[in-house]
């Protein structure tokens, strides 16, 4: 199973499939985001490993892919992607995101524009006026933030072990794939008081959704100026509201927009083709 080491102990999972130029891939599923997520996606890009090299990767503290007892920043998920890159010594790439994929394909573009001939996302997540807050955000930290002032960090482990996907199960908080696999990072977890853990879970929350506002990962004047040709498909809800993608596309310099019916199932095919389409002409 391939890592990437990093410097403060995060170990970054990857797979490799398919052979052409590279698509580097950030799955959905929020903090979950995982390869795996790509196949309950209505597209999913590992289809395009007939004529290109295909790259998933887990994010740190998802699945296989174990981080430190620490709130990540976006700047570290940035560098984590870009240290798989060098591992498998590619110097550009496209890249394709899902749900929080997409505010990592944003931030990956400010932190090495020279590295990505063009991009592609769906359902990107955003705050939009109207739909949603930064607590739509915050809320899913709160069952784990309920559970340690009630039962203390062993009543935290107990919830992990019994379900690790944080996106299923709230209650076992950011960390709850390496509390269910890792007996010392458990230990070390349990060594922490309530107030402790909480502080993370509150400076994880924070660090996601507290920083930049609308786009999440990147300072709103961003877009304006992103240098990146874009290929965006809406989402619809209030994690991923149509209008955040509309004002992606609006001011963008470079985007491809569809309607956010483009994932009906009479339209899906037309959809995936267009996608493909869009890749193969940026492909250099």
């Known amino acids: 199973m391939p890592h990437v080491e990093r410097p403060d102990g995060a170990r970054i999972y990857y797979e490799v499939r398919g052979n052409g130029f590279p698509l580097l891939l950030f799955a959905p599923g929020g903090i979950n985001s995982q390869v795996s997520f790509w196949s309950r996606s209505i597209i999913n890009p590992f289809d395009f490993a007939d004529e290109f090299t295909v790259i998933g990767m887990d994010q740190r503290n998802a699945e296989h892919s174990p981080g430190p007892l620490k709130a990540p920043t976006w700047e570290e998920h940035a560098a984590d992607q870009r240290a798989v890159l060098e591992a498998l010594g590619v110097t550009r790439t496209l890249l394709y995101g899902g749900c929080i994929g997409v505010a990592f394909v944003l931030r990956f573009i400010r932190e090495a524009p020279e590295m990505v001939a063009a991009a592609g996302g769906q359902d990107p997540v955003g705050f939009a006026e109207g739909v949603n807050t930064r607590e739509t955000f915050f809320a899913m930290m709160k069952p784990t933030i309920d559970l ?34 890792d007996e010392a990072f458990r230990r070390e977890v349990l060594a922490l008081s309530p107030e402790a853990y909480e502080k993370i879970v509150r400076d994880y929350d924070d660090g996601l959704w507290g920083r930049y506002h609308p786009f999440c990962s990147v300072e709103e004047e961003f877009v304006a100026r992103c240098p990146t040709p874009l290929f965006i498909i809406p989402g619809n809800d209030p994690f991923h509201p149509t209008a955040i993608s509309e004002r992606i596309c609006r001011e963008a310099p470079d985007a491809t927009c569809l309607e956010v019916d483009c994932r009906a199932p009479e339209k899906l095919h037309d959809t995936t083709r267009k996608l493909r389409q869009f890749f193969r002409a940026h492909a250099r």
């Open 148 to 181: 340690v002032r009630q039962g203390g960090t062993q009543a935290v482990v107990e919830s992990a072990i019994n379900n690790p996907v944080f996106v299923m199960n709230n209650a076992g908080g950011p960390f709850a794939a390496r509390i269910a696999a």
